[in-house]
């Protein structure tokens, strides 16, 4: 499904992001780790899937200028909340022609080819919804769309559960995939201990522990 298939990045500017670990991080620790996430994401993407379209969606110059320099369309985030960036990017998604579309959050803290391949490299049938719930089940992890406005996207508390109840009382196929690495993101200071209690290894661990987010 590659040739078809919009992946879409949503990231916020990095001195905006991570607000709900300010418990654990300091300003310029969440900024950091931000930063962090978001270049981990792009390279992954850019070195397993070049040919596939990869939208980022951000209101950050600095985010704007790396994405485009490693060959991903830019769209503006007019700051009006995650939803709202998401529709945006779907009407461009149809407006491209394009039969898919892949969200997918850029602060996942392990990004694993396998699992990704399972969104990416697989040819669902459309129309269709595959979703993977974080961790807890509440929030949407990754969310693909076929075709991209196939039902309406909406992010916040209990995401999973809306997304699944639209695409079924449409009679949408739907597929839930409960993936390890992709259902946990760093939203939260346990976020952070439960990455951390997996002994990665890597950027991510490598900036937490330089911040002393050691494991309890």
Request: charged content about 20%; glycine content about 4%; hydrophobic content about 45%.
């Amino acid at each position: 499904m590659n040739e078809r298939l919009n992946i879409v990045l949503p990231a916020r500017e990095p001195t905006a992001s991570k607000n709900r670990l300010s418990p654990l991080l300091s300003d310029a620790a969440r900024c950091a780790l931000a930063i962090a996430l978001f270049r981990q994401a792009l390279s992954v993407f850019r070195k397993f899937w070049p040919a596939v379209r990869l939208t980022v969606v951000t209101d950050s110059a600095e985010f704007s200028n790396e994405a485009a320099a490693a060959g991903a369309a830019i769209l503006q985030d007019k700051q009006e909340g995650l939803t709202e960036a998401i529709l945006q990017a779907t009407a461009q998604s149809v407006a491209d022609g394009f039969g898919a579309q892949l969200v997918i959050h850029a602060d996942i803290a392990t990004l694993e080819q396998d699992e990704l391949a399972t969104l990416i490299d697989t040819a669902y049938p459309a129309p269709s919804v595959v979703i993977v719930p974080s961790a807890d089940e509440g929030g949407t992890n990754a969310l693909l769309t076929t075709p991209p406005d196939v039902i309406t996207h909406w992010y916040g508390p209990g995401s999973f559960a809306r997304h699944v109840a639209q695409a079924e009382a449409k009679e949408i196929p739907v597929t839930v995939l409960r993936l390890p690495g992709l259902a946990l993101d760093l939203d939260t200071a346990d976020d952070v201990q439960e990455f951390l209690a997996t002994s990665p290894s890597g950027a991510i661990a490598d900036e937490l522990e330089r911040w002393d987010c050691v494991k309890t």
